[in-house]
Structure formats: C-alpha cells, structure tokens
C-alpha cells in the first residue's frame, strides 16, 4: 500500500511506461538507447554527490565517469552507509542481499528502485512469456532478497497471475503442499532457481506424480543462480517446457541483463552503463569484449552507485541475436573469485556444470579435494536405470581432453540438498566444492 500511496510512484511509473514505450517504438535502437543513458546519468550524478562515499570522489564533481574509480563490491559490503543518500523519509522496501558471496548487503529501496527495474525488464519478459493473462508460480525466496516481489511486479505489470510458493519457508511451505498448490492452481510458467526446480522434479519423479504437476506449464523462468544451457536441456525435457535463463542481476544493482524468447540474455542499457574490466583497462560492454562486469546502475535512486566492480566475469557477444533486438547480449561466467585449482587446471562452475549436466542421467555434483587426491561425486536421476559404473566411464569420457582429470568418479542416490538447493541457499564454492582440512 505504501507504494501506490507514493506520488512519486505514480510520477516514476508514468515517465519509464512512456520511455519504454518510445524505446520499444525504436527497437532499443543504440541511438535511442544513447540518448536515454545520457539523461539519467546527468541524474545519477545529483544524487551520488549526496551519498558519502562518492561526495568528494574524482570525476563526480566534473561528471566525468571516466576519472571515477571502480567502486569495489568489499567496500561496499563493509561501509553500506557511507553509498546512501542521507535523510530519506520515502524507503518504502527494505531488502538484503543473499550473502552467498560474503556478508549480506542492506539495501533500502525507494519507489522509484522499484519501478524503474520492473518496467526496465517487462519488454524482454513479456517476448518470452507471450501474451497475458498467465498463471505464474514464483519459487523463490520472498523474505529478505528482492528476487520473488521484484517477478510479482513483472507479472502484475504485464497482466500475469502470480503465487509465490518458496518450498523452503519452513512450517509454511514444503514440497507436499507445492504438489497440492501446482494440481489445484495449475500454473503456465513457473520462475524458479535451477537447484530448487531439479531437486523438486526428483521428488516428483520417485512418487509418479510429475506428469500430473506439470500437465499446464509451458514456460519455465530460470534465476537466481546460474543456469547452464545444459540443466536447461534437461529441465525441459522433463517439464516438457520451454526453459530460459530469465535474468542476471544483484540486489544491489538491479537486473542488468533479461532473456528474450530465444533465450538470449540482453543487457539492458536502458538502464545501466556497463563496462568490462581486464586488469587495469575499463572498456565499453560492446561485441568482442570479456573482462569482469562493472556496473554504473542509472536507476538506483536510494543507494547510488558508480562503477560498481560486480567480481563477475562475463563476455558480451558478437552476433546479432535472431529475435531481432538491438540490445547486445551477454554470456556471464560468474564470480572469478569461485575459481578452484583441481589437478593443476583452473576451473570454475561454467566448465564443470556444462560437462557434468551433459549427462542427462545426473542431477548435481560435488567435488572433493583431499590430499590422497580430486573426486567427482555424480548424483543419479531417480529414473535411471544404467550402472554407476557406466555413469561414472561416461562421466570420465566426457571431461578427457579439457584439462581436468579426477584420481575417483563416485555415483550416488542422493547428494546433500545444498549442493542442488540453491536461491539464496548455497554458493558454488561453498557446497559443490569441499576441501578436506
């Protein structure tokens, strides 16, 4: 209620439904685009001399991003204060970050955060999700992290039904009554993270009742960690769907890339000026560029940010995508700092979940590095038949010839939930990874 009581809601909300619009007129052409970035920045600028941090910083006096140095993610984490702007009486949502990466990040947020992000990622969305009125099931977190109010928005703004119905919200919601909820609400798209939808669809599987759950869903919204095309494949092939990798984005920033119906992530310049960083050298996120993602977030009116250093490696795609928008698109890596040495190969969740998760016979994985050697812990699918033997040969054939090589290969029923669970529940490093000692 505080929201539509807001006047500036309504203020924000009419002038980015308008802006969109002329953008969608145009393509997302980058001439439209350009000139769209150029009048927020001179706004963010305003509001980022406010903000502690950045009052007396290089370059924002003379509004010159180029003389800014990177904003560093730890920096943030340890002084949260010192980026908000003093004296705001409008926060009407306050949320945290999921902390999988080190310590939770506070982060009020005021009608216009709110607005801005939702009607910046509704264009993308509405081209996978197809024409309204849909039933949409949210199965993400909607306590502390931003993830399931900010799809609520999306849907609400698009005309979509949503239930959000997070199986890990102890004594509320479990995977018993998210079998009633799907059979009774019979959902047409659902949003969830990769790990909750795979150990669900296991459940689902060992008691013969996935058919009847997913008997109306054709549209499955991947986010909240990272998805590889590969568990894309397979997660459509048992919710006979079609499956996307929904967004990139942090709670401190907003989302910064959407999926379109091709399952292409773009990166919404509308709303960010992003760069890529290599070493000591910041170049403009273009086609051909690769080096970790630094974000100028446009629309960040509670907290602003200027050049923030997300520690994600991504690369910004060359061809054009066949959806036919002007938006570049992006392939994100993830955190570099996730990055393990096994057998003298550094690896990262990229390269280890794209070979392990092309087997669709497994459902997650957990690497174990001990001093007598490096083990690969594979988990069955409930459904399949073959040896583990088998599994684990075929799992040996498919990594030969990329570097990493595994003193064991070891098949399991059942791995601990942590290690597939994910949104807001795991890091990679810190449950797919184990070093002992």
Not at 221 to 239: C, F, H, I, N, T
């Amino acid at each position: 209620m505080m929201l539509f009581m807001d006047p500036a809601a309504g203020e924000a909300f009419a002038a980015a439904h308008g802006r969109l619009q002329e953008l969608e007129a145009a393509g997302f052409a980058p001439e439209a685009v350009r000139q769209v970035q150029q009048e927020k920045l001179a706004l963010l600028w305003e509001r980022a001399a406010e903000a502690p941090y950045y009052r007396e910083a290089a370059g924002v006096a003379e509004r010159d991003l180029t003389a800014v140095q990177p904003t560093p993610k730890d920096r943030l984490k340890a002084a949260p204060e010192d980026f908000a702007r003093p004296g705001l009486a409008r926060v009407v949502k306050y949320y945290e970050s999921s902390g999988s990466g080190g310590i939770p990040t506070p982060t009020p947020r005021v009608a216009e955060d709110i607005v801005h992000n939702v009607v910046g990622v509704a264009p993308l969305w509405r081209r996978a999700l197809g024409a309204g009125p849909r039933r949409v099931a949210v199965l993400l977190p909607s306590d502390v992290v931003p993830v399931a109010d900010f799809v609520a928005g999306v849907c609400e703004y698009l005309g979509h039904a949503a239930l959000r119905c997070y199986p890990f919200t102890t004594g509320m919601c479990d995977f018993d009554r998210l079998e009633r909820l799907f059979t009774g609400y019979r959902p047409e798209v659902v949003f969830a993270a990769p790990g909750v939808l795979t150990q669900w669809t296991r459940v689902l599987k060992s008691r013969g009742a996935l058919d009847a759950v997913r008997a109306e869903v054709r549209t499955v919204m991947l986010l909240g960690e990272v998805s590889l095309p590969a568990q894309r494949a397979k997660l459509a092939a048992d919710w006979q769907a079609e499956v996307f990798d929904a967004s990139y984005g942090s709670t401190e920033t907003g989302t910064i890339a959407a999926t379109c119906e091709r399952d292409r992530l773009h990166l919404l310049t509308h709303g960010h000026v992003l760069e890529l960083r290599d070493g000591d050298k910041l170049v403009p996120a273009e086609p051909g560029a690769v080096g970790e993602l630094v974000d100028t977030p446009l629309n960040n009116f509670a907290r602003p940010l200027l050049r923030f250093a997300t520690g994600d490696l991504a690369e910004v795609l060359g061809e054009p995508c066949p959806c036919g928008l002007a938006l570049p698109t992006v392939r994100i890596h993830g955190r570099g700092s996730d990055r393990v040495e096994i057998g003298g190969a550094v690896v990262d969740e990229r390269l280890i979940g794209s070979i392990v998760y092309q087997d669709h016979r497994v459902t997650g994985y957990l690497i174990q590095v001990r001093a007598e050697g490096t083990r690969l812990v594979l988990e069955r699918d409930v459904d399949v038949s073959d040896t583990d033997e088998q599994l684990a040969d075929d799992a040996r054939e498919r990594f030969a010839g990329t570097g990493v090589s595994w003193d064991q290969v070891l098949v399991v029923s059942q791995l601990p939930a942590t290690t597939k669970a994910g949104g807001s529940q795991k890091n990679w490093k810190r449950t797919n990874v184990v070093v002992a000692g």
